[in-house]
């Protein structure tokens, strides 16, 4: 069934718009906070689209990935009570919780690197940063040099990939995408236990 090819099509016309920018940086904030899509289904797009630009993407997306990780940490900091007990009561996600505030008492700041640069949820470990008190600017650094890590890597491999790696990439998208969704449910039950 292919489904994700006509979906990668209007993603690479949607990634040449003008507002394109604007839409990744907007991104790159909120999913620090709240966001569920990774920055990355709109950087790579937008890195292969137009590769001259592509580390002025990847320099916005960590820049504002970052700021986003700091209304993160505030919102864990002081907004804990009133906002963020509730919400993880009523999501069901205090074992989530739980199992962030063990990784932090273990690794400390390492655990920002980890959540920054790999696919874990950012959202979650920059919230929790704030309700630990985590030394702020140990975590800014930190988030700053592990989202610049990622997405300069994304942008590089666009770029070094060029029309090779797009004409790859529509060959198999239909592939990649069913592939994702069975990763992402067999990771879903896997952390459900």
């Known amino acids: 069934m292919k489904i994700f090819s006509p ?15 604007f839409y990744l ?4 904030f909120v999913e620090s906070v709240f ?10 797009p937008m890195a292969l689209a137009k590769r001259s ?20 940490y505030y919102i864990g900091h002081a907004l804990y009570d009133p906002v963020v007990l509730p919400f993880v009561e009523f999501m069901g996600y205090q074992n989530k919780m739980q199992t962030a505030q063990a990784w932090f008492a273990d ?3 390492m655990v920002i690197f980890i959540a920054s640069f790999t696919p ?7 919230i929790t940063a704030g309700i630990m008190a985590m030394v ?15 997405f300069f890597l994304v942008a590089g491999l666009m770029v070094l990939g060029g029309e090779k790696m797009e004409a790859k990439l529509k060959q198999y998208i239909d592939i990649l995408g069913w592939i994702t969704i069975l990763a992402a449910v067999v990771l ?3 952390l459900k236990h």
């Open 107 to 109: 690794w400390g700041v």
């Open 53 to 72: 630009l592509a580390w002025r993407y990847a320099l916005g997306a960590t820049v504002f990935s970052v700021l986003g990780g700091a209304a993160g």
């Open 120 to 126: 874990i949820p950012f959202k979650v470990f920059t």
């Open 7 to 21: 979906l990668y099509a209007k993603v690479m016309i949607w990634s040449k718009h003008k507002y394109a920018p």
């Open 35 to 44: 966001w569920p899509i990774p920055v990355d289904i709109m950087l790579a």
């Open 136 to 150: 702020f600017l140990p975590f800014m650094l930190t988030a700053l040099v592990g989202r610049g890590l990622r």
């Open 188 to 190: 879903y039950f896997f």
């Open 25 to 28: 940086y907007l991104t790159a």
